[in-house]
């Protein structure tokens, strides 16, 4: 019998289907890197998986000028912003969510979106109906892969690794999980976009949101 007890999931590519070009800013970010450090530093930063968070704080670090932070952000919201505008949501995502409520599961969200984004695609699919526990980039200090929301959100339930999945559809997600010693379900495909230098490694792969039930 499984001792799970907490359902974490992503929110962008798991529960919701955006059209955030995640690849596209990453590039624009990254290109604002290439003449702000030496060409040598440039290829380190091209070559090393990253996060789009992470970049943004490199481009404050290295702008001593100032003024390409704010830049910065503002590609990153306005691409997220317009991803959600056009989003969609599987046939299967409230039924699942449904019947892991009626079955008494705990269930949180931790995301690297935006509190506001969040807030938005939130209601805009309807589904704050299902959990009061929602972190953001907004409510933590490090953003995922850094487990630190995941962590928050099993003291709130007062729940362990061993009690806990996490759900998601990225690298991010999957060292996320692995960090905090928390089994993984990786929904999707055997690949996702942005892994191109970061192998996902999980024994739990779905495709459809209601194949949950066979791994708790």
């Known amino acids: 019998m499984s001792s799970i007890q907490l359902i974490v999931f992503d929110l962008d590519g798991t529960l919701i289907q955006s059209n955030i070009n995640y690849m596209g800013i990453r590039d624009e970010v990254r290109e604002m890197l290439k003449d702000l450090v030496p060409p040598d530093e440039f290829q380190i930063i091209r070559n090393t998986p990253t996060t ?11 702008d001593t000028l100032g003024g390409l932070y704010e830049k910065a952000w503002q590609i990153v919201e306005k691409a997220e912003r317009i991803g959600y505008e056009n989003a969609k949501i599987d046939d299967d995502v409230h039924s699942t969510l449904n019947k892991l409520q009626s079955e008494n599961f705990d269930i949180a969200i931790f995301t690297n979106n935006s509190r ?3 807030d938005y695609g939130m209601q805009k699919f309807l589904l704050d109906q299902y959990t009061d526990v929602v972190i953001t980039r907004d409510d933590v200090e490090e953003a995922k892969p850094n487990p630190e929301g995941l962590i928050k959100i099993m003291k709130y339930f007062n729940k362990s690794a061993e009690q806990t999945i996490f759900i998601g559809d990225s690298w991010l997600d999957a060292e996320t999980a692995k960090i905090a010693g928390v089994d993984f379900i990786y929904f999707g495909d055997s690949s996702a976009p942005g892994t191109r230098r970061k192998k996902i490694e999980v024994n739990k792969i779905i495709n459809k949101l209601s194949e949950i039930s066979n791994f708790i």
């Open 116 to 118: 506001k984004l969040t």
């Open 52 to 62: 789009i968070l992470n970049l943004v704080e490199l481009v404050k670090e290295k």
